[in-house]
């Protein structure tokens, strides 16, 4: 159980286009779900929560208006990257909480694979 | 910065042999969680220890906590090569919300 996908694994896009990734809990009703970026050979940062139904909290120095979250049901989130550039290449890494329900750990996150994307 | 510290950054070990990484973080914090990542993959969650526990046991996994010196140790026993991979502390920064540390990659060497 506490399986978490995301789509797509992997994505090339020119400068300037717009990319959309998104985070599915697929056993599980996810009350908050995170975004993450990540560098080659670094830790994760964190870029924001959203909580079903309501607008997602950035952390400082994350531009809401280029990272478009959107957390439209309870077992969907999405990241939007908005006119990417080559500075926007990266691993973005979505993690769901259920919250305490349905039995799971709300203090565990359960992780997607993952998705990499090159802005050419 | 947003993150805690651990080290060392880089292990490099025989199979068989004990991998101990540590961590050490800033503020309080109700509990910690250690989490496992193989190269390019999501991360998987290894162990939570509360800020009232000073050692927890997960198979090969043995987790102690400091909360005095704010620090915590992950023990991995009689390693395999299948534990190469990342690994992370994460402290809590609010409800569900979870910073990680700056990892370390622990390399077993066949």
């Known amino acids: 159980g506490a399986v978490v996908s995301q789509h797509p694994s992997w994505v090339i896009c020119k400068s300037g286009t717009s990319v959309k990734i998104e985070c599915r809990s697929l056993?599980?009703?996810?009350?908050?779900m995170f975004w993450y970026r990540q560098f080659p050979k670094q830790s994760l940062m964190l870029m924001a929560t959203s909580n079903e139904g309501s607008k997602a909290t950035y952390e400082q120095g994350v531009e809401k208006d280029k990272f478009l979250i959107n957390h439209a049901s309870l077992t969907l989130s999405t990241l939007t990257v908005t006119s990417a550039h080559p500075e926007d290449s990266s691993f973005y890494i979505c993690?769901?909480?259920?919250?305490?329900?349905?039995?799971?750990?709300?203090?565990?996150?359960?992780f997607g694979p993952g998705t990499r994307l090159l802005v050419l | 910065s947003q993150q805690g510290e651990e080290d060392p950054q880089a292990l490099s070990i025989q199979e068989g042999e004990n991998a101990t990484m540590n961590c050490s973080y800033k503020t309080s914090i109700n509990n910690l969680q250690w989490y496992r990542q193989n190269s390019g993959r999501g991360l998987v969650h290894l162990i939570l220890?509360?800020?009232?526990?000073r050692e927890k046991h997960s198979g090969r996994l043995r987790v102690t906590l400091d909360t005095s010196k704010k620090s915590s140790s992950l023990l991995i026993t009689a390693s395999r090569a299948a534990d190469t991979a990342s690994y992370f502390c994460?402290?809590?920064?609010?409800?569900?919300?979870?910073?990680f540390g700056t990892g370390t990659r622990l390399k077993v060497l066949a």
């Open positions: 993690s769901a909480s259920s919250g305490g329900r349905e039995g799971i750990s709300e203090e565990t996150q359960y």
């Open positions: 220890i509360r800020s009232n526990e």
């Open positions: 994460a402290t809590e920064r609010g409800t569900y919300k979870y910073i």
């Open positions: 056993d599980f009703q996810a009350t908050t």
